[in-house]
T-cell receptor, first 115, second 113 residues
Framework: DTAVSQTPKYLVTQMGNDKSIKCEQN?????MYWYKQDSKKFLKIMFS???????INETVPNRFSPKSPDKAHLNLHINSLELGDSAVYFC??????????????FGPGTRLTVL | AQSVTQLGSHVSVSEGALVLLRCNYS??????LFWYVQYPNQGLQLLLK??????LVKGINGFEAEFKKSETSFHLTKPSAHMSDAAEYFC???????????FGKGTSLLVTP
């Protein structure tokens, strides 16, 4: 059973389109995250979210918005896609603040290509 | 704020040689430190972590790391490199459970026959 899953694995789209990436975790974790990995493989946090708080990296354009229908899902919606949005997007989850450790489990990634 | 610096974007070792990947951190509070590995076109897999307690941490695939507060370092080592160790390695830091990780820029490990 996959702990953190993402769909789709690959996403190719045109500039200006709106797209969503889905993430699901079956670990019962409290906190979920979205990270962006650029072409130089640098990983940067975009959002972290638990059932109490959404923390947004201030550098993330407001075209990006996380949507959480329930504790096990954190989807990423992107409006008006731009060429610079091309990257690999990783979803992750962790047990949250109530535990004594902070191991994050990562999904397989979604490679977004904007043409 | 917490940050990490990985020295050397590319490291090349011979098969059977010692692997040493360097990571220095900056943190205003006691850090949680991690090493993740990423194989080509795959997600990130946790190698090992330091939260509290013993400063020498053993991980999967024969890797270990030592937390040295005086040197603000958390270097990753493996006594004998294997071809299958070729991958991208990321050091990461966070200040507490439930918070996002701040990653280093990664070190690409090449293992030659």
């Amino acid at each position: 059973d996959t702990a953190v899953s993402q769909t789709p694995k690959y996403l190719v789209t045109q500039m200006g389109n709106d797209k969503s990436i889905k993430c699901e975790q079956n670990l019962g974790h409290d906190t979920m995250y979205w990270y962006k990995q650029d072409s130089k493989k640098f990983l940067k946090i975009m959002f972290s979210y638990n059932n109490k708080e959404l923390i947004i990296n201030e550098t993330v354009p407001n075209r990006f918005s996380p949507k959480s229908p329930d504790k096990a899902h954190l989807n990423l919606h992107i409006n008006s896609l731009e060429l610079g949005d091309s990257a690999v997007y990783f979803c992750a989850s962790s047990p949250g603040e109530s535990r004594n450790y902070n191991e994050q489990f990562f999904g397989p990634g979604t490679r977004l290509t904007v043409l | 704020a917490q940050s990490v610096t990985q020295l050397g974007s590319h490291v090349s070792v011979s098969e059977g040689a010692l692997v040493l990947l360097r990571c220095n951190y900056s943190s205003s509070v006691p850090p949680y430190l991690f090493w993740y590995v990423q194989y080509p076109n795959q997600g990130l897999q946790l190698l090992l972590k330091y939260t509290t307690g013993a400063t020498l941490v053993k991980g999967i695939n024969g890797f270990e790391a030592e937390f040295k507060k005086s040197e603000t370092s958390f270097h990753l080592t493996k006594p004998s490199a294997h071809m299958s160790d070729a991958a991208e390695y990321f050091c990461a830091v966070t200040r507490r459970s439930g918070y996002a990780l701040n990653f280093g820029k990664g070190t690409s490990l090449l293992v030659t026959p």
